[in-house]
């Protein structure tokens, strides 16, 4: 997880907006997904990444992941359709 959290610091310095948000995700390694993604646990987002994967990315690639998976939840892909968390 350390590479991971190295990258969480890249992203702070080179991009605070995009960094804060990665920085406060969760995030956990998974060899039962391909690449990485975003989901929900409980009422908790989490980031997940298959380490294989991961390993070889060079550093630029795998900063550009973290922000691609950090913009689906600031566009709210993963929540939009929580119609049932709604109070009318």
Not at 17 to 37: E, H, M, P, Q, V
Not at 57 to 75: G, I, N, P, Q, R
């Amino acid at each position: 997880m350390d590479s991971v959290f190295k990258i969480c610091k890249k992203l702070i310095i080179n991009e605070p907006f995009y960094g804060l948000f990665l920085l406060n995700l969760n995030k956990r390694f998974d060899k039962n997904i391909k690449t990485a993604c975003v989901i929900i646990e409980g009422i908790n987002p989490l980031l997940l990444i298959n380490k294989d994967w991961w390993i070889g990315l060079d550093d630029s690639m795998k900063l550009a992941v973290c922000k691609h998976e950090v913009m689906h939840l600031m566009f709210g892909h993963l929540t939009k359709n929580w119609d049932y968390l709604r109070r009318d």
